[in-house]
């Protein structure tokens, strides 16, 4: 993704911190992205952190990242063991683990906000989009399904769902094969 070297003070990316709040967030999230720069940088250091698990989506969860991050140089997967669903009652815990790895220790870096379907629907407006090929659109999918077999049984985590954010996020920034991801940025440097 050019468009992060250019705001990155034109220069690629080196290291790559992604956090989700559940085993996986990162993957429907950001997956196709995280790809996609797995491929053209295979000299990243990826930290990785899950924050919140049981064992079964623990194990998931570590496997599928070395899975979406395979090739790359340096990878680090943390699985932290917050209570899944229970986020927002050990929220002091996870703001203070949070505002370590984020904000206040990578103050002068890009930092994307990656978007998740929910049945609350609170989808935005993104206001940076990472282009994706169908490649890797295709190897995100295929990867969410095989490493998630707890998630098969629910309802929207489908091919046809992660096919179709991926398409209107394309058509909004009118990525050439048709394919994006959405994020949020608060603020950038270039």
Known sequence: MESIGLLAGGKPPKRILALGAHSDDIEIGCGGTMLRLAAERPQLDVLWVVFAATPERAAEARASACAF?????????????????????????????????????????????????KYDGDFGSPNFFGVLPASALDCKIELLERHFPSQATKPWFTADLFRAVARIRGMECAAPGGFAEGFYVRKARF
């Open 69 to 117: 991050l395979e090739g790359v140089a340096t990878k680090k997967v943390i699985v932290r063991d917050y209570r899944d669903g229970f986020l927002p009652f050990s929220g002091a815990a996870v703001k203070d683990e949070f505002e370590t790895l984020t904000w206040n220790t990578w103050r002068d870096h890009l930092i994307l906000e990656y978007e998740i379907p």
